[in-house]
């Protein structure tokens, strides 16, 4: 079992930034794979960013050079670094794990960010 925890969302005025953390009840190295996905009204939730065990990202065309996902392994903790943000960025954000050996993907309760003036 993967207890995740979101926070950092809130409301942020088009251009600036805001980072998302989302917090494991485990050690991340024993976790294959940590993501970010976000779901706005009425649209399906879709993949922002995923960091592997190994370090290696990948991040969804629209976002990339906007958003950065890192990871801190001490802490248990991956974040969300996003910048120059958009009114169409705003959505749930919603942290999953993904462990192979369990055949589960775990999700996060999610923060709401808000992209307006």
């Known amino acids: 079992q993967v207890q995740l925890v979101e926070s950092g969302g809130g409301l942020v005025q088009p251009g600036g930034s805001l980072r998302l953390s989302c917090a494991a009840s485990?050690?991340?190295?024993?976790?294959?794979?940590m993501g970010w996905y976000r779901q706005a009204p009425g649209k399906q939730r879709e993949l922002v960013a995923r960091?592997?065990?190994?370090?290696?990202?990948n991040c969804a065309d629209s976002m990339k050079g906007r958003f950065t996902i890192s990871r801190d392994n001490a802490k248990n903790t991956v974040y969300l670094q996003m910048n120059s943000l958009k009114p169409e960025d705003t959505a749930v954000y919603y942290c999953?794990?993904?462990?192979?050996?369990?055949?589960?993907?775990?999700w996060g309760q999610g923060t709401q960010v808000t992209v307006s003036s």
């Open positions: 999953s794990a993904v462990v192979v050996l369990e055949a589960n993907e775990y």
């Open positions: 485990r050690s991340i190295s024993s976790i294959n794979v």
């Open positions: 960091i592997n065990v190994g370090g290696s990202t």
